[in-house]
């Protein structure tokens, strides 16, 4: 293999950009070279492809998002899309693909090495949300971000003796949530793996308050619904007034943190180094701190494992 290509698909997250530069520069390293595919599948289609050196990969691993830019794509989903995708990577003479994205992407990923195409996945989204990796490339960033932004909410909520209803991302994944809750002594957390009565929620409301709390903190994941739904039943149930606020699009951006910067480091070498050894249709992952890889058509019929050790643990300390 000669030659071989690295696109970012789906939702940004930050350490994409850390990955890209280890893809590159981990390439060449081992004398090879390395195209970057601009927009994701997108750009795959439409050619948008440029030899990438180690300099155009510089000053680039503190920065968030991603400089190959991500989108999503209708087109490759069908089978006319990805014969064109087949035909300019011939015409670039690339031989083998890192994508880098969330299982969606995977499975376009899945498509091209059924076509004879190599590709490798690297999981790349805050939402932590993949099977058979501790941790996905985002992930660590987007809750310290969380972390931060529920430490400012703490100091008013103190100030003003309120209580705060907090709504991060995470799709279907509780993960955001539930790190977050532990890291920032939420009274509740909400998720989407546990149903929690909203009775439960309100006595823990009033336990805190009778033992003279002057605030409350209670994170909600998006994929639980609403936090101004949540508010309205509290209200309902017990007349406490409650603050929303939805965290939303700033959990996605800003510098990758150490862990997301070294995490990203080593999978997109990982990567480069498993296509160079002739694999294909594998993820890369991180499980107890090694870099394993993973078939990803066995993993896309798994669940992400949820902590209930965790879960436990944040209950435990909420009394
Ligand atoms: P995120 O978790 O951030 O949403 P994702 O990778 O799961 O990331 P998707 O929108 O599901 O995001 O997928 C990104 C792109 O991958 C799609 O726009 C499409 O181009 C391609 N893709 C997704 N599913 C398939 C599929 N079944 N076959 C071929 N290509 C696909």
Redesign the pocket.
Known sequence: MKRIGVLT?????PGMNAAIRAVVRAGIYRGIEVYGIYH???GLITGNIKKLEVSDVGDIVQRGGTILYT???????TEEG?AIAIEQLKKFGIEGLVVI????????G??LTQLGFPTIGIP??I?N?IPETDFTLGFDTALNTIIDAIDKIRDTATSHERRFIIEVMG?GCGDLALWSGLADGAESILIPEKTEDIDQICDRLSRGLERGKRHNIIIVAEGVGSADEIAKKIKEKNNMDTRVTVLGHVQRGGSPSAFDRILGSRMGSKAVELLLAGEKGKMIAIQNNHIVAHDILDLLTKKHDFNESLFQLAKELSI
């Not at 698909?9 to 997250?13: E, L, N, V, Y």
């Open positions: 698909s789906g939702g940004d997250a994701g599948y997108k989108a999503r794509c209708e087109e490759f989903k990805r994205g969330g299982d969606g992407s995977f499975m376009g899945v498509k790349g989204t939402d949300d799709r």
